[in-house]
């Protein structure tokens, strides 16, 4: 694991509790490092201007964390994708080059305000596909959430 992913999301069918009276309702899969690439997603969509979203994604999660069993239903699923969708579209338009790579003059400031991108200067030019790294760990959150839909299976915060 690195120091830009961490955490685990846990696939669980609906009804599902911690208690350990939910016989037979067992974990049904899991997804590493979802929480850093939710992190991810929100920081993201702060950096590109766009804190509505960022806020939606965060308030969405802390709802969920409040609960004695930190749960994302169905509903909840669709609304974390929806708050996914276009994202990638606006990072793109607003940092990266039509190589995918970030822009020589956003650079700098990414280096100040990022955590998630591994922006290292040792990295030299590859540092500039750090935001493409990214976009990819949030598409594969957003995979394991319609996979999840698809399923019928919530999603377990931990």
């Known amino acids: 694991m690195s120091r830009f992913d961490w955490g685990t999301y846990h696939l669980v069918p609906p009804g599902w509790t911690s208690d350990g009276d939910a016989a037979g ?4 899969g899991s997804h590493r ?23 939606g994604i965060g ?12 749960i994302l ?14 994202l990638e579209a606006h990072v793109r338009a607003s940092l990266l ?3 995918g790579r970030i822009r020589p003059e ?19 030019d590859d540092a500039r596909y750090a935001c493409l790294e990214v976009l990819s760990r949030i598409q594969a959150l957003d995979e394991m959430l319609a996979f999840a839909d698809a399923n019928n299976l919530h999603v377990l915060l931990v």
């Open 25 to 28: 309702h067992d974990v049904k």
């Open 33 to 55: 490092y979802g929480p850093s690439q939710a992190d991810a997603a929100m920081e993201l969509s702060q950096i590109i201007g766009d804190s509505a979203r960022a806020q």
């Open 59 to 70: 308030e969405l999660l802390e709802r969920a964390a409040e609960r004695e069993d930190p």
């Open 73 to 86: 239903d169905s509903v909840e699923i669709n609304a974390f994708r929806s708050l996914l969708e276009g």
């Open 97 to 99: 080059d039509d190589g």
């Open 106 to 124: 956003v650079l700098p400031d990414l280096r100040q305000r990022s955590r998630f991108m591994d922006l290292d200067i040792a990295r030299g």
